[in-house]
């Protein structure tokens, strides 16, 4: 009876043992450490506002490119924009650079450009990253103003002191104020198609629906 007790105790002993060496082994070997997540890497974005631009054939515009860094990046950007029309500048030239207080861009239309809309990609290089954007630039045809010559349009003794010129129904309006009238003018034959009476007109402008010419008189 002793001899068997004697003899389990022992073999108790000898499988805590062993146990407890596999627990070494097994921390030894990295089990139970954690791993470490690598921080993903510096990267950065281009922005562009207004992303639709219209502008009339002989204007400019502005868009604001701006640089948002992303995951520690504090590197200058080189950015190149491709797809003008032809014949549409900008200012700066391509490429410039580009650092996190942005950069206002003027996109210059000559007189004779082709009506019509392109995209103006926007892309930014810094080293071996690189970040793009779009630009929808459409070019329209301005409205018809008064000719270089006022003999066009009315006499040379009759100088209009104000004129506007109504889109809807593609009118230009005089003031006349020593024929105490408002003289109604079509851009298209360069004709007066009449003279609206009103005495002493002097200032001229178009209400916000362009359905009606206010006159101030003198």
């Known amino acids: 009876m002793t001899t068997a007790g004697h003899c389990c105790r022992r073999k108790s002993q000898v499988a805590g043992l062993v146990g407890f060496m596999l627990i070494l082994a097994l921390l030894s070997c990295g089990g139970g450490s954690t791993s470490s997540i690598s921080p993903p890497p510096a990267s950065f974005s281009i922005g562009v506002a207004p992303s639709l631009l219209s502008i009339d054939a002989g204007q400019s515009a502005t868009a604001n490119i701006s640089l948002t860094p992303m995951n520690g990046f504090n590197q200058t950007v080189s950015v190149t924009l491709s797809g003008l ?4 500048t900008s200012s700066p030239e391509s490429p410039f650079s580009l650092t996190t207080t942005g950069q206002v861009v003027t996109f210059n239309v000559p007189l004779a450009e082709s009506l019509g809309t392109t995209t103006v990609n926007v892309q930014g290089i810094s080293g071996s990253l690189s970040a793009k954007n779009e630009i929808s630039l ?4 301005a409205p018809p ?4 010559s006022r003999t066009d349009f009315v006499r040379t003794e009759d100088t209009p002191l104000a004129a506007v010129y109504d889109q809807v129904h593609k009118l230009i309006f005089a003031s006349a ?10 851009p298209t034959t360069a004709q007066l198609i009449k003279c609206i009476p009103v005495s002493g007109a002097v200032g001229l402008s178009l209400s916000a629906d362009s359905s009606q010419v206010l006159v101030g008189d003198a």
């Open 177 to 186: 104020e020593h024929l105490n009238c408002v003289e109604v003018i079509s």
């Open 145 to 148: 103003g008064l000719p270089n």
């Open 138 to 141: 459409t070019v329209t045809q």
């Open 85 to 88: 029309p032809s014949g549409v």
